[in-house]
């Protein structure tokens, strides 16, 4: 048939059954929408991370990085520019700092250039001034952070805290989307090298030197860099940061995968439901076209073309219902990350994120189209429509339709075996996966989808075997019509009940896990703020892991003298990239207790851990760390800090939230290894009685609004931590719910189609004596059931997915994860979805009982 | 048994235009009479047999079962009505597939009586009609003789006193339409059921006890286009 032909069919087709394929491309949207959505939640932060270190690299390759906030002497540059075979090398400061204006404060990473780093052409200094405005120092920032602050005028004046200094910096220059494209909504303040210099206080210092080597020169450049940096620096490719961030985000990103397979699973059974609508009349078309002497081929290409149409449509509908979902709904959250890399909230949209959603759906729909399938090779050219045909005898013999569909039950029935056996590996294969191989979770949860798939159709018979011997008991028709129908569309009620199962699956493990982790993450903000008062740390976002040395001065004595201060303590703290992790070391005083957060403590005795390290030459590094350079208690090794220096591991404890990993030592081990006595926080232990908020606003007063340091109470940071963890995670819940809202309308629309197109039948079930009321508590007994049956089976999986996520998070990732069992989680997730689609359901249900009985004699 | 005294039933179409789908019937069946009413597509009979059933009001006159006029009856009277009165009879089987033959014979008595007591009731019902050996078999698996069977099972399963057969052996072939015809004029007469049937097959005329034709919603002497083979041949 001629593709002209082919599609004057499908006009002609159309008319007759617009609704219900304007239903298939709802449906096929939905799950496109939830697919691409996920998609771009997944991919964003990464991307995000990546365009960033892009727009600022350039064309270089290598790069020499200091290994703390000070950085390393800007002479190294002069050097670097004299090894052979550097073709370009361009210094770079980058600080965290506050920065302030007449609108409001943000968190931001302050860079520091010269004209140099233009020429490695990285796309956020391509078009930014970098010299020095005749002598002057300006700022160079995105619009966005412009507006948000209210500086948005050439020549006004943003207030800079840094390191726990505090300058102002007229606006030069707003930079558009035009001018860096994505980065525009990251939070950078971009400022001539020198400036930058001056308002960070670090005068003749640089972070970083990047280094573009000639062509077939990079491993002698490198060579000469790492003699260079005599082990005091670090000398990396330029996709460092990228892998660092991989590595602090797989946690994040790995959830957003799992909610991406499980997005794509329901949104493929929504679609598939959807389509399953249209397969009655399209079974009528194949054995027409049939009988009319085409070609298995040509039907074939007739369906194709269905399904090329249907999930065109419905791509193209799902992409633009997905970009809207993920603008209002998948935002992505850095959370903690923030406190340690330079992300955006950018929102990225991948090639790759249109092309799987867009094969998703053309997928659904090709599935659906074909179903039938074996009908259309059948020699037989009407097998799809499988007319009743007068077959036997008054002794009944039977005809070639029941003939036909007594096999299938019987292949049907001999598959239930291998069905219960293969679903009972899957589990198993979950069960080893939790066990022995907990990095492999997202293979264990796929094992226990693809279980609770092979499982449900068995628990579906057996509910409705059950269902039908308790309805034997009892007066009345209803359950029997109900059991009786579920068991003739056995296909459309699988479908249904997956739906809903691998939905409420996907919330409740995730759900789950996810409360435990946040459990988690709280006692270790309230374990890592048991050991002070008050907090006094360099103002902005990134005082969360206290990181960020500044000049000690004469403010300690100051703080002691403050009414209600018993004693002031020196906290010092810092990221260290060490490997492809950027690990949070924490160095309380000697005198902090504890000193060691006793519940994130994993390997090794307490008192003794705390003893040694208040010794000094201890440390306690978190599992995933300890594995990696398979170190056990009691061994020695040496921490990559500026100055190398040797420790012994006191103990192993948890990541204490922080992903990477983390390091615990006193802050005077610290200051020998970071070679600086800079405090990164003071503790203020107050004394007995004191009020702490009273305490913080006197210490506040006594600091002034110019030291460029924030005071709060222990349980202010507490608080900020757990928010900030919340926020972080509250994405896993937003998709969570919208996976369950999308179960809901997915079940209720199926269950109501299905209802809708057997009005027929229930009309003769009226003249049989039904009332509609009868009839009504028929259709809902039917999709309750269904339902039910769906969502028990997703929960009770769901619970074991959650104890696979959690040994997941605390044996992979460390997380300090509280393990516990989600059955609240369950129960509202199998209540919500089963109470919300059947309240949904009950209308068409409620009209499609009022069918007229003629419509019983109008076949 | 049953009595219809000038029943009408008019529909008003959109352009003011009025078709009269039944006007003015009257005709009484008594209890063990079997009524074959013949008419062409359009004639009205489907109208005829949805008002007998209280399933569509006339637009006048009455419709009397034991003298009880049932075209002016509330919905869940019209359901109880139909559920112990009448039995319904239709040439497409709808019967529930993976269910039992017993079990399709026995939905509409279960919805008054207990499974157990539904199925010792049923039984003897459908080992009369031929189906003893195959009560258990799920309905997908059986002839179409014995799906209409299962239906007159169903049909009779409540004890009504009337049954309508709308088209009962439109499906089958002339055996096994003679088989059903046959059927339906014994158990009309062994059960005392007034049975209203409404065909095209000409075969119908020759089992029941009195033929009428309806044409332009009124009735009519029934003239037969073509003589029903004899009646010897059928059994």
């Known amino acids: 048939m001629s593709f002209a032909n082919l599609l004057h069919l499908y006009r002609v087709r159309l008319r007759s059954r617009l609704l219900q394929e304007c239903f298939a491309v709802v449906g096929l949207a939905a799950g496109v929408a939830l697919l691409f959505a996920s998609q771009i939640a997944a991919n964003s932060l990464s991307s995000s991370a990546a365009q960033l270190s892009s727009g600022i690299v350039g064309s270089a390759k290598l790069q020499l990085l200091a290994r703390d906030a000070r950085g390393v002497d800007q002479r190294l540059l002069g050097r670097v520019r004299q090894i052979p075979g550097v073709r370009l090398a361009a210094p770079l400061l980058e600080a965290n700092a506050n920065a302030l204006g007449p609108r409001g404060s943000r968190s931001v990473e302050l860079i520091g250039a010269d004209e140099s780093l233009k020429s490695l052409g990285g796309a956020l200094v391509r078009k930014t001034k970098l010299a020095p405005f005749g002598g002057i120092g300006a700022i160079v920032i995105p619009h966005p952070l412009a507006r948000r602050i209210g500086v948005t005028k050439f020549g006004a004046e943003a207030t800079l805290q840094v390191g726990g200094h505090v300058g102002t910096a007229p606006l030069y220059q707003q930079l558009s989307a035009r001018e860096i494209g994505p980065l525009i909504d990251t939070p950078i303040v971009v400022a001539p090298l020198s400036f930058a210099q001056e308002l960070a206080h670090l005068p003749g210092r640089v972070s970083r030197v990047l280094v573009a080597p000639r062509p077939g020169r990079e491993a002698q450049v490198r060579a000469a860099l790492l003699r260079l940096a005599r082990g005091r620096l670090n000398v990396t490719g330029t996709d460092y940061d990228q892998q660092l961030f991989a590595k602090a985000a797989a946690a994040s990103n790995q959830s957003t995968t799992l909610f991406a397979v499980i997005s794509a699973l329901v949104g493929f059974l929504f679609a598939f439901n959807a389509m399953l609508l249209t397969v009655g009349q399209r079974r009528r078309l194949i054995a027409d076209l049939r009988r009319d002497g085409y070609m298995p081929r040509a039907v074939i290409g007739v369906l194709l073309l269905d399904a090329l149409l249907l999930g065109l449509v419905g791509c193209l509908l799902g992409l633009a219902l997905g970009d809207e979902l993920s603008l209002q709904l998948f935002r992505a959250n850095p959370g903690f990350l923030s406190s340690a890399f330079t992300v955006g909230n950018a929102r990225v949209v991948g090639a790759q994120s249109i092309a799987i959603a867009v094969a998703g759906g053309m997928l659904a729909a090709i599935v659906a189209v074909l179903s039938p399938l074996r009908d259309i090779l059948s020699r037989d050219p009407l097998a799809a429509v499988a007319p009743p045909r007068e077959g036997g005898g008054a002794t009944g013999s039977r005809d070639a339709s029941g003939e036909r569909r007594w096999s299938r039950r019987a292949v049907r029935l001999r598959g239930a075996p291998l069905r219960a056996t293969l679903g009972a590996l899957a589990i198993a294969a979950a069960l080893v996966t939790m066990l022995a191989f907990p990095a492999a979770a997202i293979a264990g949860i796929v094992a226990l989808v693809l279980a609770l798939l092979l499982l449900l159709p068995l628990a579906l018979d057996a509910v409705l075997s059950l269902t039908a011997r308790t309805a034997r008991r009892l007066t009345g028709a209803v359950p029997h019509v109900a059991v009786g129908e579920l068991r003739a569309g056995r296909s459309r009620a699988v479908a249904i009940a997956a739906t809903g199962a691998v939905a409420v699956f996907g919330s409740v493990a995730i759900q789950g896990a996810h409360r435990d982790l946040q459990h988690g993450l709280e006692n270790a903000a309230t374990d890592m703020n048991a050991f002070t008062g008050l907090w006094v740390s360099p103002a902005g976002g990134f005082d969360l892991l206290m990181t960020q040395p500044f000049p000690q001065g004469a403010t300690l004595q100051a703080l002691s003298r403050v009414p209600g201060v018993r004693s002031v303590g020196v906290y010092r703290g810092g990221l260290l990239d060490w490997g492809q992790r950027r690990v949070w070391v924490i160095a309380p005083p000697r005198d902090a207790q504890p000193i060691v957060p006793p519940t994130q403590l994993v390997e090794g005795d307490l008192a003794l851990a705390q003893r040694r390290l208040r010794a000094g030459g201890w440390a306690v590094l978190s599992k995933a760390l300890a594995a990696e350079h398979h170190l056990h208690i009691g061994e020695a090794f040496t921490l990559p800090a500026p100055r190398p220096t040797a420790f012994r591991l006191a103990a192993i404890s948890t990541n204490i939230g922080w992903a990477p990993g983390a390091a615990i030592l006193r802050a005077e081990d610290f200051a020998r290894a970071w070679e600086s006595p800079q405090p990164s926080a003071y503790n203020l232990h107050l004394a007995p009685g004191t009020n702490p908020e009273q305490a913080r606003r006197a210490v506040a007063s006594a600091l002034g609004p110019a030291s460029g340091l924030a005071v709060q109470t222990a349980r202010q940071h507490a608080a900020k931590q757990d928010k900030l963890t919340r926020e972080g995670l509250a994405r896993l819940s937003q998709i969570a719910t919208l996976i369950l809202a999308a179960a809901v309308l997915a079940t209720a629309a199926a269950t109501g189609a299905m209802v809708w197109q057997r009005r027929p039948r229930l009309a003769k079930l009226k003249l049989e004596g039904f009332a509609p009321a009868e009839l009504w508590r028929t259709v809902l007994l039917e999709s309750g059931l269904l339902l039910l049956v769906g969502c028990a089976a997703g929960a009770l999986l769901g619970l074991l997915g959650q104890q696979l996520l959690d040994r997941a998070l605390a044996e992979v990732i460390n997380y300090p994860v509280v393990r516990s069992l989600a059955l609240p989680t369950a129960l509202g997730a199998l209540a919500l979805v089963t109470a919300a689609a059947l309240a949904v359901l009950s209308v068409p249900g409620y009209l499609a009982a009022r069918v007229p009985a003629a419509l019983a004699l109008q076949d | ?235």
């Open chain 2, 1 to 235: 048994m049953l009595e219809l005294r000038e029943l009408v039933k008019h529909y008003e179409l959109l352009g003011g235009e009025t078709v009269r789908a039944v006007d003015g019937v009257s005709l009484s069946v008594p209890a063990g009479e079997m009524l074959a009413l013949y008419g062409p597509s359009g004639s009205g009979k489907t109208t005829l047999l949805l008002m007998i059933a209280a399933l569509l009001q006339p637009t006048s006159g009455q419709v009397l079962v034991d003298n009880r006029d049932v075209s002016r009856l509330s919905e869940r009277e019209a359901s109880d009505y139909r559920l112990s009165q009448l039995g319904f009879i239709r040439q497409n089987f709808d019967l529930l597939p993976g269910v039992s033959a017993i079990d399709n014979a026995v939905l509409k008595l279960l919805k008054t009586t207990p499974w157990r007591e539904a199925h010792r009731r049923v039984a003897p019902l459908l080992e009369r009609l031929g189906l003893g050996g195959r009560l258990q078999q799920r309905s997908e698996t059986l002839s179409m003789g014995e799906r209409q069977r299962v239906m007159i099972a169903r049909a009779l399963s409540t004890e009504p006193r009337l049954l309508l057969a709308d088209e009962p052996t439109g499906s089958l072939d002339s055996q096994r339409s003679q088989e059903v015809l046959a059927l339906l004029r014994e158990l009309s007469r062994e059960r005392d059921v007034a049975v209203v049937l409404v065909s095209h097959d000409p075969l119908a005329a020759r089992y029941a006890d009195r033929v009428l034709a309806l044409r332009d919603g009124r009735l009519g002497e029934y003239q037969p286009a073509e003589a029903p083979p004899p009646l010897e041949s059928a059994r």
